[in-house]
């Protein structure tokens, strides 16, 4: 995932709850249709579509994890040890941050087997991160040996990509907002946050909180590219950016 840890105004339990409430749910009897493969040997797409078919789904927190737990079914009458895994993407080709976890097992011929994959380490999310997948756009990708079986999108893709970066080491606190209005921001350490991906216009700014000589940056990020950026390594300094999107 993200680097990046801060984690400004975060709840995690608010926030598993919040994903729950998304509808991530089963997608019982899904086999993809993607895929281009030419359904001779074992690693064929079709071929490997007509051995395997997800049954079902669920999605429960597990302490920090969010975990997919899935039922896949053998439909051949031969013992198979297929690899089952995952990719969730947070923003469009995982832009705040993409996790893959897999599983491999032996199912026998007319048989299921249950098996558990990580989708994200919540603890590990940006502020960012959080919000996206709450408010913006992600997708789940499961595969069975390396075969697309399910590809599912949730919320909508934005245009552009908009956030806003401090970079420091101690406490700091600030101000961000667009045209539509301006929320407090506090941190300890670097921290990655959110931006309406719609505004024309975003300002923001941190403060040091200690009387150290450490730089404090703040940047303000269109598509993950840097296109302003401000710093100060005075005692208490404040930096202050306000950019045209």
Same mark, same amino acid.
């Given at each position: 995932?993200?680097?990046?840890?801060?984690?400004?105004?975060?709840?995690?339990?608010?926030?598993? /709850?919040?994903?729950?409430?998304?509808?991530?749910?089963?997608?019982?009897?899904?086999?993809?249709?993607?895929?281009?493969?030419?359904?001779?040997?074992?690693?064929?797409? =079709?071929?490997?579509?007509?051995?395997?078919?997800?049954?079902?789904?669920?999605?429960?927190?597990?302490?920090?994890?969010?975990?997919?737990?899935?039922?896949?079914?053998?439909?051949? =009458?031969?013992?198979?040890?297929?690899?089952?895994?995952?990719?969730? =993407?947070?923003? /469009?080709?995982?832009?705040?941050?993409?996790?893959?976890?897999?599983?491999?097992?032996?199912?026998?011929?007319?048989?299921?087997?249950?098996?558990?994959?990580?989708?994200?380490?919540?603890?590990?999310?940006?502020?960012?991160?959080?919000?996206?997948?709450?408010?913006?756009?992600?997708?789940?990708?499961?595969?069975?040996?390396?075969?697309?079986?399910?590809?599912?999108?949730?919320?909508?893709?934005?245009?552009?990509?908009?956030?806003?970066?401090?970079?420091?080491?101690?406490?700091?606190?600030?101000?961000?907002?667009?045209?539509?209005?301006?929320?407090?921001?506090?941190?300890?350490?670097?921290?990655?946050?959110?931006?309406?991906?719609?505004?024309?216009?975003?300002?923001?700014?941190?403060?040091?909180? =200690?009387?150290?000589?450490?730089?404090?940056?703040?940047?303000?990020?269109?598509?993950?590219?840097?296109?302003?950026?401000?710093?100060?390594? /005075?005692?208490?300094?404040? /930096?202050?950016?306000?950019?045209?999107?």
């Amino acid at each position: 995932m993200d680097e990046d840890s801060g984690m400004v105004g975060y709840e995690r339990r608010a926030f598993l /709850a919040g994903f729950s409430s998304l509808g991530v749910t089963a997608l019982a009897g899904c086999s993809g249709d993607t895929g281009s493969g030419d359904g001779s040997g074992g690693g064929g797409d =079709d071929n490997i579509k007509q051995k395997y078919e997800i049954l079902d789904n669920e999605m429960d927190g597990s302490g920090d994890a969010q975990i997919s737990t899935l039922t896949v079914e053998n439909k051949t =009458d031969k013992e198979l040890n297929p690899t089952v895994s995952v990719v969730f =993407d947070i923003g /469009a080709d995982g832009h705040y941050g993409s996790n893959t976890d897999e599983q491999s097992v032996s199912i026998g011929g007319g048989e299921t087997a249950e098996m558990s994959l990580e989708l994200y380490d919540a603890d590990a999310l940006t502020e960012v991160a959080v919000n996206e997948i709450q408010n913006g756009y992600f997708s789940i990708t499961y595969l069975i040996d390396e075969v697309e079986m399910s590809f599912q999108e949730f919320g909508d893709k934005p245009s552009q990509y908009v956030s806003f970066k401090v970079l420091y080491d101690g406490g700091w606190q600030g101000a961000l907002g667009t045209e539509g209005g301006q929320r407090s921001i506090s941190g300890q350490g670097d921290s990655h946050l959110p931006v309406d991906n719609g505004a024309n216009i975003v300002s923001g700014n941190a403060q040091k909180q =200690d009387g150290g000589s450490g730089t404090l940056t703040v940047q303000i990020l269109v598509d993950g590219e840097v296109i302003s950026e401000q710093s100060t390594s /005075a005692e208490y300094g404040v /930096a202050q950016i306000s950019e045209n999107i």
